[in-house]
């Protein structure tokens, strides 16, 4: 007598089958390619969407009529609005990132910009400015001088001023926008990360000269950076020891320059 199978048995799957592409023919080929009166309309469209461009670029469809400045100061803004005060009336399809950056070097204190095209007649400009850390005194001129060595604007009443003072010779050239020089911008370097580092003084003057870089406050305390490598742990070094010592309250130095090895002298080291 044959055994019956259970119900619940699983059936035997059945190998699939594997279906032949299909081949296509020249008459199918034919019909998945464009028609000539498919590229003509195309291209009819291409053309006065270019026609359409020209036009615009070249009329006053997107004419520049209102130029909007962020960031910065006031007085930046300003000087922002004039150098670029050209730019009205002009199409905004012809306004480039080249042309508007060959204008703002004629403000200093704009660091850095972005631009954005506000369709259809506005202009946004945003700048980024120069932040000022250091006096440069001349003689009896004065000039701001920005973290990177730029000499940004005259200061006509540099007394107001608590920024450090590096005075330089009468015979050093300098002008607005230009670059300090070797000495100079190794100076605004040292002074740029002063915010941020904690040193517990305030720092009046800075000198660079063949022995290097050095911090002097009103008095009398040093901070001697050497050369101008390493400068943000120079000074977070002399700021921690200058807070633990409590030595910056009278004359004396600390010398960072080799930053492993701090050297301190004070007035109370030597009395004592």
């Known amino acids: 007598m044959a055994a019956r199978r259970s119900p619940t048995a699983p059936a035997a799957a059945l190998p699939a089958r594997r279906s032949l592409p299909a081949r296509v023919g020249p008459v199918e080929v034919r019909a998945l390619l464009p028609t000539w009166r498919s590229l003509l309309v195309a291209a009819l469209l291409v053309g006065a969407a270019g026609g359409l461009y020209l036009l615009a670029r070249d009329s006053s469809m997107f004419a520049v009529r209102t130029i909007e400045v962020r960031g910065g100061t006031p007085r930046i803004r300003a000087e922002v609005r004039r150098v670029l005060a050209d730019e009205q009336g002009r199409s905004l399809l012809r306004v480039g990132g080249s042309g508007i950056g060959a204008r703002l070097e004629a403000v ?57 003072r590096l005075w330089v010779a009468r015979t050093e050239q300098v002008s607005v926008g230009a670059q300090l020089s070797t000495a100079g911008e190794r100076a605004a370097a040292a002074v740029a990360p002063l915010r941020a580092s904690g040193l517990p003084l305030h720092v009046s003057t800075v000198v660079s000269d063949g022995h290097g870089l050095t911090l002097r406050a009103a008095n009398g305390f040093e901070v001697r950076l050497g050369d101008a490598g390493d400068l943000r742990l120079k000074l977070a070094i002399a ?34």
């Open 239 to 272: 700021g921690r020891v200058a807070r633990t010592t409590g030595a910056a309250t009278e004359a004396g130095y600390v010398d960072v320059s080799v930053p492993e090895r701090p050297v301190l002298s004070s007035n109370s080291q030597v009395s004592g």
């Open 108 to 164: 200093p204190e704009v660091r850095a910009f972005r631009y954005d095209r506000r369709f259809p007649h506005t202009l946004e400009v945003v700048v980024r400015a120069e932040r000022p850390v250091l006096v440069l005194r001349q003689g009896a001129d004065a000039y701001l001088v920005s973290g990177t060595g730029r000499v940004l604007r005259p200061l006509p009443h540099p007394r107001l001023s608590h920024l450090p």
